[in-house]
């Protein structure tokens, strides 16, 4: 896939955006504005926004709640998701099919409220004030259908009715409007893969994170907030397709090796000889894959094209498969909100390109985005009080101390509570709406358990491209954490988060990772090395060439493991060292896969 022109887009969507969300937000917080008189309220959540956040924040935050929905709804109108194109014309017009349509008289009953279907009409007939009708009754058309969205996919589209709405773009409609160039970069033939999402939010962020490492030269320390743009790197899809087939592939052919899913899992590096010591699953339903860094959700989107195949070759019915697999298969953790949404929408997107009711379903991906969450003491001691010592054990309490710092430390959390799911059914249970007082406390406690279990080890697979920091780019905090609970592995992040996600792992339960190849020759990473060689298995790595991978500034390597110590077996290894570029690396691995499984090696 060419990106060049995802970049460009991406980049130039998030400085226009910006830059028209700060010139209504002087509009709108002027004295005596129109949006003052009319919508008092949502001028009043936006001017608490700003108080908290700053009006940097709040710029960066619409802009991309923005970027985000034109994306997505573009996405959908192409491929015929959305029962009437909302940003995107029908062929031969100029404008977008729901307004063309409104124009003629026809506004979907379902989507846009009475009222709004009034003053719709009313500014296409020029029966209310206003210096440009059309760009206004399709603003309320957007919000309608965004609103519309928020039933199958909330995690998406949020309700707008506050200031959000207030700040949108004025001009949508024009040639130069944010829309005719997000129609022009994503193309039919772009929008044939939801990988094009991924692409363009690394692309949107890329400045922030030029950003940061400007700073980073000048000795600033990468704050909580600038983490995701710090570490967001999308991972190339061959890449992908090799880490899953030798995690999640190979598990299923551990107890299929009959299964004729080896013939399109090309990337797959078979075992030398059969084993027999290995995790034991009854089917598809059992098998839970876990990505602790899942950005944009690209692992998960081709495991689910993978575990599509298992639950096929099990004889499921098909128009069951995509609910059964968001539902009992697929997870994500995630520090970025942005990207968490995303990675939500890319699993529901491939849901809905194989069964075509799957809105209707309304389910929900399991995809956490990690988030602080504070308590007082004296909070704690009061619910302590309300629902008893027994259930308030010492290791709740500190578990829900743990994520008072959950944007910094990120999937790295271990809970101190053992019995996570038993704890959350218990108290998801009680009823505390009758105290107002401990109603916040409590659901703010749910809040911290439901991260908490999807932090708790019960994954057959897990698959990630983990952040990487080394310590000259850690915040204080960071380092002296990583320091007191991840002392061997302290280097940087990645390392820290091998050893975390084979924590998450199940015993002989299967691993992918893609990480800068330094561990496997510095002598600060002997005690990751040693941890992997003569504790867990490694199944399988690639050895990318020092410059072959286009968006890093690390030397890369990709690799497989089992969360067992197996001393006798004999990995597949392939090292790309004398293939230059980035685009000659994927094609030769497969080449020399390939090649290798055809002389049986």
């Not at 001028?43 to 997505?72: D, H, M, P, S």
């Not at 008289?105 to 004030?129: C, F, N, S, W, Y």
């Not at 985005?369 to 500190?398: C, N, P, Q, W």
């Not at 990480?515 to 298995?537: A, G």
Request: contains cysteine; hydrophobic residues 40%.
């Amino acid at each position: 896939m060419d990106t060049s022109k995802f970049k460009k887009f991406a980049q130039f969507a998030r400085r226009t955006l910006r830059e028209q969300i700060s010139a209504k937000l002087a509009l709108v917080r002027a004295s005596g504005s129109a949006a003052r008189r009319e919508h008092p309220e949502s001028v009043n959540r936006l001017e608490e926004a700003i108080k908290q956040t700053g009006e940097e924040q709040v710029i960066e935050r619409v802009a991309y709640t923005w970027f985000n929905r034109f994306c997505a709804l573009r996405f959908m109108d192409v491929n015929r998701y959305t029962r009437i194109g909302v940003v995107s014309p029908a062929e031969g017009q100029f404008q977008p099919e729901i307004l063309a349509e409104a124009k003629m008289g026809h506004i979907d009953e379902d989507m846009v409220p009475p009222k709004t279907r009034q003053q719709i009409a009313d500014l296409l007939a020029g029966q209310a004030p206003s210096h440009d009708p059309q760009g206004e009754a399709y603003r309320l058309l957007v919000v309608a259908a965004c609103n519309a969205w928020h039933q199958s996919m909330p995690f998406l589209f949020e309700r707008i009715d506050d200031y959000t709405e207030l700040l949108m773009p004025d001009d949508l409609l024009s040639g130069s409007a944010i829309l005719a160039y997000t129609r022009e970069a994503m193309t039919p033939d772009a929008c044939a893969d939801v990988e094009v999402i991924g692409w363009l939010y690394q692309f949107y962020i890329s400045e922030k994170k030029d950003t940061v490492f400007e700073g980073l030269k000048k000795n600033q320390k990468i704050t909580p907030e600038n983490i995701p743009a710090a570490t967001q790197l999308f991972t190339p899809h061959w890449i992908v397709r090799y880490l899953v087939d030798n995690a999640l592939g190979r598990l299923w052919l551990l107890n299929r090796p009959h299964s004729r899913l080896a013939e399109q899992m090309e990337y797959y590096i078979p075992p030398e000889q059969a084993e027999t010591d290995f995790l034991r699953i009854k089917g598809p339903e059992d098998i839970k894959v876990c990505d602790p860094a899942c950005g944009s959700g690209h692992m998960l989107t081709y495991a689910f094209d993978l575990l599509y195949a298992m639950y096929e070759e099990e004889g499921y019915d098909p128009a069951e498969i995509p609910e059964k697999i968001l539902t009992h298969n697929l997870y994500g953790i995630e520090l970025d909100e942005r990207a968490g949404e995303l990675a939500a929408f890319a699993l529901t997107m491939k849901a809905r390109a194989r069964q075509r009711r799957f809105f209707n379903k309304r389910v929900k991906p399991n995809i956490c985005v990690l988030e602080k969450v504070s308590f007082s003491r004296e909070e704690l001691d009061e619910y302590m009080s309300a629902v008893g010592r027994d259930l308030f054990t010492h290791g709740l309490r500190e578990t829900l101390q743990q994520f008072s710092e959950a944007d910094n430390f990120g999937s790295l959390i271990v809970p101190k509570v053992a019995n996570v799911a038993d704890v959350l059914a218990t108290l998801e249970a009680k009823d505390m709406a009758g105290n107002l007082f401990l109603a916040d406390t409590h659901q703010r406690v749910l809040r911290v358990l439901r991260m908490a279990d999807y932090l708790s080890p019960r994954y057959a697979v897990v698959v990630a491209n983990p952040p990487y920091m080394g310590g000259k780019g850690m915040n204080p905090r960071l380092s002296a954490w990583l320091k007191e609970n991840y002392e061997p592995v302290k280097s940087d992040l990645f390392s820290a988060f091998v050893v975390r996600n084979i924590e998450l792992a199940l015993p002989k339960g299967q691993l992918g990772f893609m990480t800068p190849f330094v561990w496997m020759f510095i002598s600060s990473y002997e005690k990751l090395r040693t941890f992997l060689i003569d504790q867990k298995t490694i199944t399988s790595l690639i050895q990318l060439e020092y410059s072959g991978f286009d968006g890093a500034t690390v030397p890369i390597c990709t690799f497989t493991v089992e969360n067992a110590h197996k001393p006798n077996y004999r990995g597949g290894y392939v090292r790309l060292s004398d293939f230059r570029g980035a685009d000659q690396q994927g094609p030769r691995a497969l080449e020399i896969i390939q090649a290798a499984r055809r002389v049986g090696k």
